[in-house]
């Protein structure tokens, strides 16, 4: 059994990097251990994907990452009847394959799914951790090494796509936010090479144009657009064309908008 610890660490070169905030990874360690489902919130871009990557590799784990949208239906999941040289053959889908085999099972962004998704997660997020097939007959019994992850993010959330109270209430949860701002300049400077001086105006701007989500813009932008910026900025770009592209066009259409978020980049950034 892999031993708890209090922090994550990049051991080796094939586990992505992550920096925690908190006791998120000693939390995952006890959900896996505890064959407990685990829920992840929080705005797009802050490391909820990353994470999860992170702890799958440092538990020696498979992980499986479906990004789930409107058309996802639970036979996108669990599996369908397929033509293969002429014979009619049951092809197993993601979730199917992790419950057989072990891992970890990632449905990033849960709630585009569509309504099914949820039926066929219930049976897997209880004591029974069973996934049952109802084509083949089947009723899979998940293996200890079998995790469920999900993420959503709160914001984006309305009446016609929101998670349950009744399905939040049978997972562990845990939320994410964009860190605190000396440790996502250095996040951002180790992920883009940038130096952390170079990098600290950039996560000003950011933090700034977070504070305008919900009136002119629908998100703020996210650690990953830094590090998209800062990557530009450090191949030679210049910084007013790097944030254009990365902190600015992303994140509206609006030409009224993006003047006025140009300004404030311009005020930030001198």
Same mark, same amino acid.
């Given at each position: 059994?892999?031993?708890?610890?209090?922090?994550?660490?990049?051991?080796?070169?094939?586990?992505?990097?992550?920096?925690?905030?908190?006791?998120?990874?000693?939390?995952?360690?006890?959900?896996?251990?505890?064959?407990?489902?685990?829920?992840?919130? %929080?705005?797009? %871009?802050?490391?909820?994907?990353?994470?999860?990557?992170?702890?799958?590799?440092?538990?020696?784990?498979?992980?499986?990452?479906?990004?789930?949208?409107?058309?996802?239906?639970?036979?996108?999941?669990?599996?369908?009847?397929?033509?293969? %040289?002429?014979?009619?053959?049951?092809?197993? #889908?993601?979730?199917?394959?992790?419950?057989?085999?072990?891992?970890?099972?990632?449905?990033?962004?849960?709630?585009?799914?569509?309504?099914?998704?949820?039926?066929?997660?219930?049976?897997?997020?209880?004591?029974?951790?069973?996934?049952?097939?109802?084509?083949? #007959?089947?009723?899979?019994?998940?293996?200890? #090494?079998?995790?469920?992850?999900?993420?959503?993010?709160?914001?984006?959330?309305?009446?016609?796509?929101?998670?349950?109270?009744?399905?939040?209430?049978?997972?562990?949860?845990?939320?994410?936010?964009?860190?605190?701002?000396?440790?996502?300049?250095?996040?951002?400077?180790?992920?883009?090479?940038?130096?952390?001086?170079?990098?600290?105006?950039?996560?000003?701007?950011?933090?700034?144009?977070?504070?305008?989500?919900?009136?002119?813009?629908?998100?703020?932008?996210?650690?990953?657009?830094?590090?998209?910026?800062?990557?530009?900025?450090?191949?030679?770009?210049?910084?007013?064309?790097?944030?254009?592209?990365?902190?600015?066009?992303?994140?509206?259409?609006?030409?009224?908008?993006?003047?006025?978020?140009?300004?404030?980049?311009?005020?930030?950034?001198?």
């Amino acid at each position: 059994m892999t031993k708890l610890t209090n922090r994550c660490e990049q051991v080796s070169l094939d586990i992505p990097p992550y920096i925690p905030s908190g006791e998120e990874c000693r939390l995952f360690e006890m959900a896996w251990m505890r064959q407990l489902p685990l829920l992840l919130k %929080g705005p797009t %871009g802050c490391g909820k994907t990353r994470f999860v990557s992170h702890m799958a590799a440092r538990l020696g784990l498979p992980l499986s990452t479906v990004s789930c949208h409107d058309d996802l239906a639970a036979a996108d999941l669990t599996g369908r009847y397929l033509l293969k %040289g002429g014979d009619t053959v049951w092809v197993d #889908g993601p979730l199917t394959r992790a419950v057989r085999d072990g891992g970890v099972c990632y449905l990033d962004e849960v709630v585009e799914a569509r309504k099914d998704v949820a039926v066929v997660l219930h049976p897997l997020t209880d004591d029974r951790r069973i996934l049952p097939l109802d084509r083949t #007959g089947e009723e899979i019994a998940a293996p200890p #090494g079998f995790m469920l992850v999900v993420s959503y993010n709160p914001g984006y959330q309305n009446i016609l796509k929101a998670l349950k109270p009744s399905t939040k209430q049978r997972f562990v949860s845990i939320e994410f936010d964009f860190l605190p701002k000396a440790q996502e300049i250095a996040v951002v400077s180790v992920e883009s090479g940038l130096d952390e001086a170079r990098v600290a105006p950039l996560v000003d701007l950011a933090r700034r144009l977070r504070s305008l989500r919900g009136h002119d813009i629908e998100e703020g932008v996210s650690t990953r657009l830094l590090v998209y910026c800062a990557c530009l900025i450090d191949s030679g770009m210049s910084v007013k064309d790097a944030v254009r592209a990365a902190m600015i066009e992303p994140l509206t259409d609006d030409p009224d908008v993006k003047t006025a978020l140009v300004e404030v980049a311009n005020a930030v950034i001198a």
